[in-house]
């Protein structure tokens, strides 16, 4: 008998998914279905045809892994930016091992990572090629990225993936191999910092953590924060910053580079410290059902000298649509390198596997026309980076600082 | 061919003009825009009670449940000037107001604006504290203009027409009489945005009936505001009401003029 019922348990078919995986599957793509802002172009793209491919698929997946990875597949299908599930097996790209932060910037050169703007004392130097993290060569995972992604989200993927590799736990090391232009690899060992900045919550957001600086270059003032987040401490700063700068200070620069987003919204608000006029929009955010204006909301405290904007290729979303806006005003000069170009008003709901699905609700188009997805935002002046001119300072903020200083000031800074 | 006699046109003219009347007498029975609002002050407490309304202050949570994002929330109005702030973890304060006409509002994101024209003209009218049963002072016509079903309940669906602006529909149970629904385009600085909030869970607060849920949906997102306190003719200190040092500065700028 005993064999018998073993035969009869092998004979069971395995157990299908559990029905909250088809439960999340229906919850994305019905999400999809009613939000999405372009129906017509949401057909085109094939969406009502994926549902029976992939819920098919879904409904015979063995694993929450490899149901969570077709629910992906079919998302990735519409090769739009800002749909993201995050849970279980993240790809390779997204995987950190903590939060601690190597005492040092990556930049991307032809698909290879260099270090930039090291900390004081932290033991490389800038314009050093990175060859190896923890003995793995990364130039097959940077190459694997290159013929998955294109232009500046390549970029960004791959400076991405290097910092994932470069982290672990605040006050632990890393090993690595690293190489100057013309010289032999080398092999160091670098301690890893905590992470920069104040941890902020919102929503089903993880812990974040915000790290808003603003300083003085002589009589330049300038700001850099890494996420459009934390508004009660962000509006102050740059408040803080403006109003530092009222009288003494022949331009101001915002520093944007590596800014992913974050609030759609305060784009608004912050551009508002730069524009006295009423009634100015940065670009329009075109919904299903409504077509609402990024408007400008002028601030009390307001600086009207040049305004320098630095982008690069991680430059995203919110920052993309401020850097962008305020070009198309007129207000500012952008410099650095094409931003992301992933620049769709989205929102992040939790899916009944517990994942947190973000997704798209609206297009942007720039005040001039342009959808900024796919796009991003050029530079009015590029900077080329290169590993000799790393290694002698920061290029874009050179070449911002020489375009504010050859300004005659045409207009007064306004006393409030 | 076929022809018809003429008795079958006069039976079919008869026809007609009885299925008329008797449309018209139907559409007759039908209650009125008016009625229905009128219906509305009756069973939440009457115009006595509602001639009695100086002031009122409702207090609770706000969720965003789809976004896991949860906060505070109190309201406050009084002889036309009225206060509602909204205070979230990550973001701070929602502020807005209206004192003596001017409408503003301030928060950490956008910054504190004053508002202007069709903006300013609705939340000065939302402000106003009698609002509900004094609806002829800011509302042209009421008119009933079909029926929908409601969270499961058969509603009346009216459109109001204010003197300037969008109109407002809101939407009555026919069982109970209860507003449940409404709807419009809200003016905003960003643009017109598509507006719907639900009433729910009425109840009876010093002789008004008073929805202690209220769901509002605008620009793709939605939040639920569950009042766990609600009190009528309190007294409420006018420095309630003032305008905060972030508006004060803007005033003197904007002319509050409304829109034409």
């Not at chain 1, 057909?43 to 045809?49: A, H, K, L, S, V």
């Not at chain 1, 806006?325 to 000069?333: F, T």
């Not at chain 1, 290694?391 to 050179?398: F, I, K, N, S, Y």
């Not at chain 2, 003209?121 to 609806?135: C, K, S, T």
Request: net charge positive; hydrophobic share 40%.
């Amino acid at each position: 008998m005993l064999r018998l019922v073993t035969l009869l348990l092998l004979a069971l078919p395995l157990p299908a998914i559990e029905p909250v995986w088809l439960a999340t599957f229906d919850q994305v793509w019905q999400l999809v279905q009613d939000k999405h802002w372009d129906p017509v172009e949401l057909e085109r793209n094939g969406w009502t045809r994926l549902k029976p491919e992939f819920r098919a698929k879904v409904a015979e997946a063995k694993s929450p892994a490899e149901a969570r990875g077709y629910i992906r597949e079919m998302i990735q299908r519409l090769k739009l930016s800002h749909f993201h599930i995050s849970g279980g097996d993240a790809s390779e790209e997204a995987v950190s091992y903590g939060d601690g932060r190597p005492p040092f910037d990556v930049a991307m050169i032809d698909n290879r990572a260099w270090i930039w703007r090291p900390e004081p004392g932290a033991g490389v130097r800038a314009g050093t090629e990175i060859l190896e993290v923890e003995g793995v060569l990364l130039a097959g995972p940077l190459k694997r990225l290159t013929e998955s992604r294109q232009g500046a989200m390549r970029l960004a993927r791959q400076r991405a993936l290097v910092l994932a590799k470069l982290s672990g736990d605040p006050g632990g090391t890393v090993n690595l191999l690293t190489q100057a232009p013309g010289g032999m690899p080398v092999k160091s060992t670098v301690k890893l910092l905590g992470p920069k900045g104040q941890l902020t919550r919102f929503g089903f957001l993880p812990p974040m953590p915000i790290s808003i600086e603003t300083k003085r270059l002589g009589d330049v003032g300038l700001i850099s924060f890494n996420l459009f987040l934390d508004p009660v401490r962000l509006s102050p700063a740059f408040e803080g910053a403006v109003k530092a700068c009222k009288s003494t200070c022949k331009g101001f620069i915002v520093d944007l580079r590596g800014n992913p987003g974050g609030i759609g919204i305060l784009a608004m608000g912050l551009a508002g410290f730069f524009v006295t006029q009423p009634d100015q929009y940065l670009g329009t955010m075109v919904r299903r059902d409504s077509k609402l204006k990024f408007t400008v909301n002028p601030r009390a405290e307001i600086f009207t000298g040049p305004l320098a904007i630095l982008i690069d290729s991680s430059t995203a979303s919110t920052a993309e649509i401020m850097a962008g806006g305020l070009q198309d005003l007129g207000r500012a000069r952008i410099f650095g390198s094409r931003s992301m170009g992933a620049a769709l008003p989205s929102v992040i709901e939790r899916l009944p596997s517990g994942d947190l699905f973000q997704y798209p609700v609206a297009n942007y188009i720039s005040r001039n026309g342009k959808a900024l997805e796919g796009e991003g935002v050029l530079p009015d002046q590029a900077v080329e980076l290169t590993p000799a001119n790393l290694a002698a300072g920061d290029p874009v903020l050179d070449a911002a600082l020489q375009w504010i200083h050859a300004q005659k000031s045409v207009l007064p800074t306004i006393r409030r | 061919m076929l022809r018809y006699s003429g008795f079958m046109r006069r039976r079919a003219f008869f026809q007609l003009s009885a299925a008329s009347l008797a449309a018209g007498y139907l559409k007759a029975l039908e209650p009125t825009g008016s009625s229905i609002i009128d219906r509305f002050i009756a069973v939440t407490g009457g115009k006595a009670a509602y001639a009695k309304l100086v002031t009122e202050v409702a207090e609770g949570t706000v969720n965003m449940g789809a976004q896991g994002v949860s906060g505070t929330v109190k309201v406050l109005k009084k002889s036309g000037n009225a206060y509602t702030v909204i205070e979230i973890a990550g973001v701070g304060k929602l502020e807005e107001g209206v004192r003596q006409g001017i409408a503003w509002e301030n928060n950490k994101i956008t910054g504190a604006r004053v508002r202007t024209g069709e903006e300013r003209d609705v939340q000065v009218r939302n402000a106003a504290i009698d609002l509900e049963h004094q609806w002829r002072k800011y509302f042209v016509t009421a008119d009933l203009a079909g029926s929908e079903t409601i969270a499961g309940e058969d509603c009346y669906k009216v459109v109001l027409k204010p003197k300037t602006g969008e109109p407002e529909i809101r939407y009555f149970s026919k069982k109970t009489g209860l507003m449940l629904k409404m709807t419009g385009v809200m003016p905003t600085q960003m643009g017109p945005m598509p507006m719907e909030s639900t009433m729910s869970d009425y109840r009876e607060v010093q002789g008004l009936k008073r929805p202690f849920k209220l769901g509002v949906s605008a620009g793709g997102q939605a939040a639920e505001m569950t009042f766990t306190k609600y009190t009528i003719n309190a007294p409420v200190p006018d420095s309630a009401f003032a305008l905060p040092a972030e508006v004060v500065g803007l005033v003197p700028k904007v002319a509050s003029k409304p829109a034409k």
